[in-house]
Nanobody, 119 residues
Framework: VQLQASGGGLVQAGGSLRPSCAAS????????IGWYRQAPGKERELLAS???????MYGDSVGGRFTISRDNAKNTLYLQMNNLGPEDTAVYYC??????????????YGQGTLVTVSS
């Protein structure tokens, strides 16, 4: 199983990023997929998840700024992040599980992609 996240980077406050996560080694369509993040000194936080039927869930910290989506034909997960602030600086991880993504853990994790938001 591989979950390869990319698309992080350095952005100014108020800007946008769209990290993606390419999955392989499992039946992507059957799994819920999600994004976690972990900032230095903080616990891992579930930001958003999308189930195999397309239902979405967002964490409280997202505040309507993030949109999760999946392309089953490409086995790829996306996270559109708008109006970013310094508090969004963290390593962002994609994860997979079924039937749902739990708040605290998932069956599979990918390596993270670093997002840094400058003020």
């Amino acid at each position: 199983v591989q979950l390869q996240a990319s698309g992080g980077g350095l952005v100014q406050a108020g800007g946008s990023l769209r990290p993606s996560c390419a999955a392989s080694g499992f039946t992507f369509d059957d799994y819920a997929i999600g994004w976690y993040r972990q900032a230095p000194g903080k616990e891992r936080e579930l930001l958003a998840s999308i189930s195999s039927d397309g239902s979405t869930m967002y964490g409280d910290s997202v505040g309507g700024r993030f949109t999760i989506s999946r392309d089953n034909a490409k086995n790829t997960l996306y996270l559109q992040m708008n109006n970013l602030g310094p508090e969004d600086t963290a390593v962002y991880y994609c994860a997979a599980d079924r039937p749902t993504i739990a708040t605290t853990s998932a069956q599979y994790y990918g390596q993270g992609t670093l997002v840094t938001v400058s003020s």
